[in-house]
């Protein structure tokens, strides 16, 4: 079946510019969360979507904000881009609901940004 | 504050041996989950293996095998018989059990390389 597809794969902004990234998780899946990586910072959280509703926030600035479909699809939004939004961002779905702690998210390649 | 320590920035390994990667962490929650994905330079995170903080036994997933040690608070993996393609990073995550909520801490990664 099809994993958690993350568009586009690479993306270069300047500062000051606003971008969307787009997940679509895996079919059934209906748990989406987003993760930015950076060298400096590592792996944060920032959002967790369920069903279409914002279940949990990271400790991000109002810049950073997100949404999901009723398809389950989610796209996260970056406005005022900065240097340091440079970062892997990741993408993970998981079915959500009652489940075993083991059924764990599965995770997409990853939308590289780079902030010039 | 869930914490997940990894103090390892970076590991060597002989083809065909066995290496251990560590990890601990902290947390007040009685129930919690712990997990090990592989990251290699494609960027996705690919899922290993799960621990929950009631199971009696370690978990085992192939070559994978995960020295749970509940009171001191580890949660080592274990990769036997390495392989040239085991070379990637390597992350220890916690689930935060905060109710109706499902987000990973992540510690800071060990870069494991495998020698020929």
């Known amino acids: 079946k099809a994993g958690v597809t993350q568009t586009p794969r690479y993306l270069i902004k300047t500062r000051g510019q606003q971008v969307t990234l787009s997940c679509s998780p895996i079919?059934?899946?209906?748990?989406v969360s987003w993760y930015q990586q950076t060298p400096g910072q590592g792996l944060q959280f920032l959002f967790e979507y369920f069903s279409e509703t914002q279940r949990n926030k990271g400790n991000f600035p109002g810049r950073f904000s997100g949404r999901q479909f009723s398809n389950s699809r989610s796209e996260m939004n970056v406005s005022t881009l900065e240097l340091g939004d440079s970062a892997l961002y990741l993408c993970a779905s998981r079915r959500g609901g009652q489940l075993p702690q083991g059924l764990g998210y599965t995770f997409g390649s990853g939308t590289r940004l780079t902030v010039v | 504050a869930q914490k997940i320590t990894q103090t390892q920035p970076g590991m060597f390994v002989q083809e065909k041996e066995a290496v251990t990667l560590d990890c601990t962490y902290d947390t007040s929650d009685p129930s919690y989950g712990l997990f090990w994905y592989k990251q290699p330079s494609s960027g996705e995170m690919i899922f290993l293996i799960y621990q929950g903080s009631y199971d009696q036994q370690n978990a085992t997933e192939g070559r994978y095998s995960l020295n749970f040690q509940k009171a001191r608070k580890s949660a080592n993996l274990v990769i036997s018989a390495s392989q040239l393609g085991d070379s990637a990073m390597y992350f220890c995550a916690m689930r935060d059990g905060a109710s109706g909520t499902y987000k990973y801490i992540f510690g800071t990664g060990t870069r494991l390389k495998v020698l020929a």
């Open positions: 079919s059934g899946h209906r748990s």
